[in-house]
């Protein structure tokens, strides 16, 4: 995941967009929790939470719960993009998200 002004950080989980410049970020999860209640997932750029583009289902212990999104965002200069797991309880999450700058300041 590292392409012109897009570069992963150390902890492999927060992609750093160092360029200005328009992004399309997809995401796509896979939770199973261990308990009866709700999952979901946050897009997060920089420091605000994007909350138009969030996941977020019922869930029962066990079962998988699958999610999906794209969106657009304009970062003015450095940021991070990475998502947050938000459930009533704890679960087993994969996925993987990808971005692309498409247009330049």
Same mark, same amino acid.
């Given at each position: 995941m590292v392409g012109e002004g897009i570069s992963l950080s150390a902890d492999a989980s927060t992609v750093l967009l160092t360029e200005p410049g328009l992004y399309s970020l997809s995401y796509t999860v896979q939770? %199973?929790?261990?308990?009866? =209640?709700?999952?979901?997932?946050?897009?997060?750029?920089g420091e605000g939470a994007l909350t138009e583009s969030e996941f977020a289902a019922p869930a029962q212990a066990g079962v998988l719960q699958s999610g999906s999104g794209t969106y657009y965002e304009f970062s003015p200069s450095t940021?991070?993009? %990475?998502?947050?797991?938000? =459930?009533?309880?704890?679960?087993?999450?994969t996925g993987g998200l990808v971005v692309s700058r498409i247009y330049d300041r």
């Open positions: 939770c %199973r929790p261990e308990e009866d =209640g709700a999952v979901g997932v946050l897009p997060v750029l940021a991070q993009a %990475r998502l947050l797991y938000q =459930g009533t309880g704890p679960a087993q999450v």
